[in-house]
DNA sequence: ACGCCGCGTATTTTT
DNA sequence: TACGCGGCGT
């Protein structure tokens, strides 16, 4: 095939604006995708530009998104079209993916043994709440507060020592509460670095502060990558934006025109500013970079105009940073469904109901259809619903396997193996299961270690145990310190074995089945652990090479993908709208539409909030291509009895034009209308059957 | 040292 | 609703 054959076959099918972002590869460029633009398209497209046409070496190019999800959704797009070598050598990951890379090749500079591991929010309330103890602070809902700040410095990379002389103080908290988290964050810091442990956001921070100060980093991944192209640019946070330009710096010495990257985002579609995302961002690089061009999409090939100009109308509310009005050819389609319910458990009845029926009906796929809600919890009536009708589902996040605390402890154990001085990950399960060291002795032994400058591990193999404890009490902290040695030699010499033997010697089985207050909360417990056993496993399988520590990363970043069993059936989406980002279906339900669920409570105090809870609904209705249906109801229960509900005020920033009310009151005629209708279809379904 | 019981409280969104 | 934590009894 002729150059220009290839070429046009990667352009094919774009449209003028989107060729034009394919193309130019000569200036940085920002591609400002409204959504359903055909955004993924663009980077999979100029990835193969660069690589195909710019023939830029594939170890030379990166694609950064924010999801697992949409990394591997990329993959998967570009597998067909890249040869092998390609496939190995192309980074498409997420920026905490690369963060690792980076901080595993350059552990030494970063002050941290090559076995450090990753500690998980759980836990980092835990290590909080215990530096809060030793500073006479016992509020659980400040400790979450301080967390949440620690947090946010880091994403701006603002050192402990920076914290304190910090002169405009973060906006959205307590003064004292600001003090207070300017007071644990030094300890807290101090802890990581002494348990070998680095949290989520030190997997920007720290790479970020090498690329900055370290001249071996700089050398080496400050000028790795020729041109690294950026998925959803509105939710990256300062730290984000400091990493992206230090990797993509020309070199001083050897001045090249510009740096080469690509970002693609939405103003519109930011719904991470509670993280700390900053869609200024997006202004941000035509400050930094004069010579940006500016790509807008604003051709739709998702959603009926209905869904769009309804969406277009709830959004025109906010001010954005850059106007945009989409457009589609796919018609104007049905009007969009209202819907008022009594209360919520209704609510869940009906909107089940109305998807098994269009399903029965129109003889659709289930994976067409999606519910999406607010908060996590929103989830529960519905599957109640879906499991009585005999529906097959799928919920997307919510409480993840690694949330349970059965995982949480086995996988303790590993963490404990691969890093020794993982304090943290050695309190969990030091008596768990009981092994008769208690509350007193563990105190002892903590404050021993301090004094020693020993891990907490490493301690109880220490001669100087011998002065505190009685012979009894150091015998069982020698055996269990040269115990987890065997057993993590044994491990690493043959992971599915050493798994068996541990859970055997440990009669974890026994000791859960035992604890659990029901028998089947612990047969679904000890499954969880042989599901767990069987991801590591695999991981291990498709990974070569692959380290304890690395799997333990692996599966805490990459592989905490649902349930992957029946992932070949047909099943109905439910999950919240953040979860949803990226992604389209035919039929979209967005449920609990009322003032405190959407916008939620917690961002009702100002304009800026109440803003990004719109952007939300309108992420949320851009999902749908074909039939959008929204939600409300009067009541809902909670465990404090029944609460009162108002509709979201989004509903009356939608023109009425757009809507039919569903719950009008059928005729008797129409009603045995659509009676006969369905009998008839369930008829045909069983006579296809059989 | 451990287990059981009961109370209170938390529920926004995620890498 | 569910889980965590503290208190108390063995």
Known sequence: MSDNANSAKILHGLNPQQQQAVKNCQQPC??????????????????LWLLHEEKIPSNRLAAVTFTNKAANEMQSRLKKHLSATERKNLTVCTFHSLGLSLLKQNYNEANLSANFSLIDPQDVQKLLKEIGDEQGVYDLAQIRQVSFIISRYKNQNISPEKAFQLEDKLDFAEPEIIELSN????????????????????????????????????????????????????????????????????????PLPDPQFTAVGDDNQSIYEWRGANPQNLNQLKVDFPNLEIIPLEQNYRSTNTILNASNALI????????????????????????????????????????????????????DYCVLYRSNYQAEPLEKNLKQLDLAYTVSGGISLFNRSEIKTVLAYLKLMANPQDNVSFLRIINTPKREIGDKTIQQLIQYAENTDLSLFEACNSNGLYGIFTEKICQRLNHFHSWINEKRNK???????????????????DWIIAQAKHKKTGQNQVERIKRLQQWLLNIQKYNEGYDLADIIHHLNLVERLEDQDNKDQASISLMTIHNAKGLEFPYVYLIGLEEGSIPHYNNLQNERGIAEERRLAYVAMTRAKKQLTLSHSANKQTHKGNVKLTPSRFLKEIPQQYFIDTNKQLTPEEKKQQREFYINRMKEMFVEKE
């Not at 969009?336 to 009845?349: C, G, M, S, V």
Request: contains cysteine; glycine residues 4%; charged residues 20%.
């Open 491 to 509: 491990i690493l010499d043959d992971l599915k074995t050493g798994m068996d033997t541990l859970l055997e010697e440990t009669h974890f089985f």
């Open 183 to 254: 007071r644990i964050y030094s300890y807290y810091e101090q802890k990581l670095q002494a348990y070998n442990l680095i949290d989520f956001d030190d997997l920007l921070l720290k790479p970020l502060q090498l690329l900055q100060h370290s001249e071996i980093v700089k050398n080496d991944w400050g000028k790795r990558f020729q041109h690294i192209l950026i998925d959803e640019y509105q939710d990256t946070n300062e730290c984000q934006y400091q990493l992206l330009i230090q990797l993509v710096k020309p070199d001083p010495t050897n």
């Open 316 to 367: 025109e509310n906010n001010q954005s940073i850059i106007a945009k009005k989409l457009w589609s050819t796919l018609g104007d389609g049905n009007a969009i469904n209202l819907r008022h319910f009594p209360n919520n458990i209704e609510e869940a009845n009906k909107i089940t109901q109305a998807i098994a029926h269009h399903h029965l009906i129109n003889k659709t796929s289930l994976n």
């Open 30 to 47: 920002l591609v400002l995708a409204g959504a359903g633009c055909g955004k993924t398209s663009v980077i999979t497209r100029k990835i």
